[in-house]
């Protein structure tokens, strides 16, 4: 019986094991028959956990929350401005100019009341109502020429003031304020005056341009000769040459001009910048018609001699010393 049993087992034994062919899914082979194979994979030794590192879990630095300051938005406008000067100016002298303009623009203003007939002056230009210093006491004709040459003055006194700016910032605000000027002189010839057509409206700023390069150099040369010389260019252009122009009128704009232009010479560049300059109107007539000290004395002078010393006299008094007794 235990030799049969033995003979069972070795021929089992000697039978081909199932485990090296491929099993079929109804057959299940008991523990002992599986086959292990040679070339079985080591499982890898448990890794200790890593630390967790400080520098990954660390916080990213938040940037520090500006503080409100006061008038920040002032230090930042000029910072810009500072680093980008040659960007900002063309607009700063933009906005400026205009309101330098309108405040030279508004001196002699004119209107066409739509209840009365419009009439013409013997030149064809369009007689409009006016009021105001320069149409009431100087009796100017309330015209498109009139208002444009009385512009373009107040213009040349804000343009000599301009011409002291930086040389870099100078040439944008001298253009800007021309360019306002006849920005709304062509506005004024389509609303006020019904010219409607564009070249003949181009044909008239051309004559208007040419007048205002002619006025400039001519008060320019009034201002470097004196007042005889400005006094000439000023009839000739605000007062369009009328050989019936009263001289005292002439003489208070030219006091005018002269007053402003040194007013200006003491006006900061901040103030000008912000526009925040008037313009004031021509004084009393009257303040020109006391007599002058010179206008009595001869042209030349008359040497006399004394005992003391030879001293040249205007009309035997006192000598001058730089044009002032």
Same mark, same amino acid.
């Given at each position: 019986?235990?030799?049969? #049993?033995?003979?069972?087992?070795?021929?089992?034994?000697?039978?081909?094991?199932?485990?090296?062919?491929?099993?079929?899914? %109804?057959?299940?082979?008991?523990?002992?028959?599986?086959?292990?194979?040679?070339?079985?994979?080591?499982?890898?030794?448990?890794?200790?956990?890593?630390?967790?590192?400080?520098?990954?879990?660390?916080?990213?630095?938040?940037?520090?929350?500006?503080?409100?300051?006061?008038?920040?938005?002032?230090?930042?406008?000029?910072?810009?401005?500072?680093?980008?000067? %040659?960007?900002?100016?063309?607009?700063?002298?933009?906005?400026?100019?205009?309101?330098?303009?309108?405040?030279?623009?508004?001196?002699?203003?004119?209107? *066409?009341?739509?209840?009365?007939?419009?009439?013409?002056?013997?030149?064809?230009?369009?007689? +409009?109502?006016? $009021?105001?210093?320069?149409?009431?006491? =100087?009796?100017?004709?309330?015209?498109? #020429?009139?208002?444009?040459?009385?512009?373009? =003055?107040?213009?040349?006194?804000? =343009?000599?003031?301009?011409?002291?700016?930086?040389?870099?910032?100078?040439?944008?605000?001298?253009?800007?304020?021309?360019?306002?000027?006849?920005?709304?002189?062509?506005?004024?010839?389509?609303? =006020?005056? +019904?010219?409607?057509?564009? #070249?003949?409206? #181009?044909?008239?700023?051309?004559?208007?341009?040419?007048?205002?390069? +002619?006025?400039?150099?001519?008060?320019?040369?009034?201002?470097?000769?004196?007042?005889?010389?400005?006094?000439?260019?000023?009839?000739?252009?605000? *007062?369009?040459?009328?050989?019936?122009?009263? *001289? $005292?009128?002439?003489?208070?704009?030219?006091?005018?001009?002269?007053?402003?232009?040194?007013?200006?010479?003491?006006?900061?560049? $901040?103030?000008?910048?912000?526009?925040?300059?008037?313009?004031?109107?021509?004084?009393?007539?009257?303040?020109?018609?006391?007599?002058?000290?010179?206008?009595?004395?001869?042209? +030349?002078?008359?040497?006399?001699?004394?005992?003391?010393?030879? $001293?040249?006299?205007?009309?035997?008094?006192?000598?001058?010393?730089?044009?002032?007794?």
């Amino acid at each position: 019986m235990t030799s049969n #049993s033995s003979y069972r087992l070795l021929r089992g034994l000697s039978r081909p094991s199932y485990s090296c062919q491929t099993p079929r899914a %109804s057959i299940k082979l008991p523990n002992p028959y599986r086959c292990l194979s040679t070339t079985s994979t080591p499982t890898p030794a448990p890794q200790p956990p890593k630390k967790p590192d400080p520098q990954l879990n660390k916080p990213e630095p938040q940037p520090p929350i500006p503080q409100a300051e006061p008038k920040l938005g002032l230090k930042v406008a000029q910072a810009v401005r500072r680093h980008a000067s %040659s960007t900002t100016e063309p607009y700063i002298a933009y906005g400026a100019t205009d309101m330098l303009y309108k405040e030279c623009a508004r001196q002699a203003p004119y209107s *066409f009341p739509p209840d009365r007939p419009r009439t013409k002056t013997p030149a064809g230009e369009d007689l +409009g109502v006016g $009021e105001g210093y320069w149409y009431h006491t =100087l009796n100017l004709k309330p015209t498109f #020429s009139t208002w444009a040459q009385i512009t373009m =003055l107040h213009m040349y006194m804000l =343009l000599v003031r301009l011409r002291c700016f930086p040389p870099a910032q100078a040439p944008p605000w001298q253009q800007h304020l021309v360019d306002h000027f006849f920005h709304d002189a062509e506005a004024r010839m389509a609303t =006020l005056h +019904g010219i409607h057509s564009a #070249s003949l409206r #181009s044909r008239y700023l051309k004559d208007l341009f040419v007048q205002y390069r +002619g006025a400039i150099a001519a008060y320019d040369e009034g201002l470097c000769k004196g007042d005889a010389v400005l006094a000439t260019a000023l009839w000739r252009n605000v *007062f369009a040459g009328d050989v019936w122009a009263d *001289f $005292e009128h002439v003489a208070a704009v030219v006091a005018h001009v002269r007053r402003h232009v040194a007013g200006l010479d003491g006006v900061s560049d $901040e103030v000008l910048v912000r526009a925040e300059m008037r313009f004031a109107e021509p004084g009393a007539v009257g303040l020109v018609r006391a007599r002058s000290r010179g206008l009595g004395e001869p042209f +030349g002078g008359v040497v006399r001699e004394t005992n003391e010393t030879n $001293e040249t006299t205007m009309g035997g008094k006192e000598p001058l010393r730089d044009g002032v007794r």
